[in-house]
C-alpha cells in the first residue's frame, strides 16, 4: 500500500516505514505528525484518487530529528569595479518516519 501526499506545497509517495526528509516542520523530535492531504491512496486491488484530496484519509510520521543541509555558497564579483558579495544558505529540514497510512 502507498499514498501520495502533499507535503509544504510538494508531492512525495510514502510507504510504511520509509524514512525521508520533508521541509523543516516545527514540531518537536519524537512527536507524531499527521498529513490529511492526501492526493492517491492505492493498495493492491483499489486505488482511490482525490478531487484535490481524498476525505477522511491521512498519513502518520514520527519526527526523528532536524537538520540542516550543506552551505551554498554564491559569490558575486564584478571585475575593475570593486564589486564583491558573499552570501551562504544553509536549508533546514525535518527526517521522518511513516508510521501508519489510513
Known sequence: MFAVVDIAGSQVKLTTSEKLFVPKLKVDVGA???FDKVILRA??????????????????AKVIRHLKDDKVRVFKKKKRKGYKVSRGHRQQYTEIEVTHLA
Do not use: F, L, Q
Not at 493498495?43 to 502518520?60: C, L, M, N
Open 32 to 34: 507524531k505528525v499527521k
Open 43 to 60: 493498495d493492491d486491488t483499489k486505488t482511490t484518487v482525490g478531487s484535490p484530496y481524498i476525505s477522511g484519509a491521512y498519513v502518520e
